[in-house]
Each structure stands twice: as structure tokens, then as C-alpha cells.
């Protein structure tokens, strides 16, 4: 599987789900049997964004201060 396919598939696992994008890379790993660090290295620049995003939101990961508005 190379890049543009995989992203693609994970795209449409998001759409179809109606998950996010972390959740959407997990449950198909656990359905392909496939480890998350391969997957990680098949997603394009776009989701591995979104993802960031979505774990920034989640307070996973931190931003530099200043650069998001307080909710």
C-alpha cells in the first residue's frame, strides 16, 4: 500500500464512521493487522495536520502560547 491509497482509505473510514482521524488509523490497524507505527509512516502531511489538531484539542499534545484564542 503506498501513501495516496492508504490516506485515502483513512479518509473514507472517517467519513463512513463518522470517527476521528486517530480513532479512524487505530480501528483499521485492528481490523488489517497492522502496527500503528506502519501506518504512521503511510499517512500524508494533510492528515498527519489534522491529527496534530485533533490531539491539540484533546490536550494531548501542547501549542506554543499565543497561538490559539481562549475558548
Avoid: H
Avoid at 9 to 33: G, L
Avoid at 52 to 63: G, I, M, Q, R, S
Amino acid at each position: 500500500m503506498n501513501v495516496s491509497k492508504f490516506s485515502t482509505t483513512i479518509e473514507q473510514v472517517v467519513v463512513d464512521k463518522r470517527i476521528p482521524y486517530m480513532e479512524a488509523v487505530v480501528w483499521y490497524c485492528e481490523q488489517n493487522n497492522m502496527e500503528v507505527e506502519v501506518a504512521a509512516k503511510l499517512l500524508n502531511a494533510i492528515i498527519k495536520a489534522k491529527i496534530e489538531a485533533e490531539a491539540v484539542d484533546l490536550n494531548f499534545l501542547t501549542t506554543p502560547k499565543g497561538s490559539k484564542l481562549p475558548i
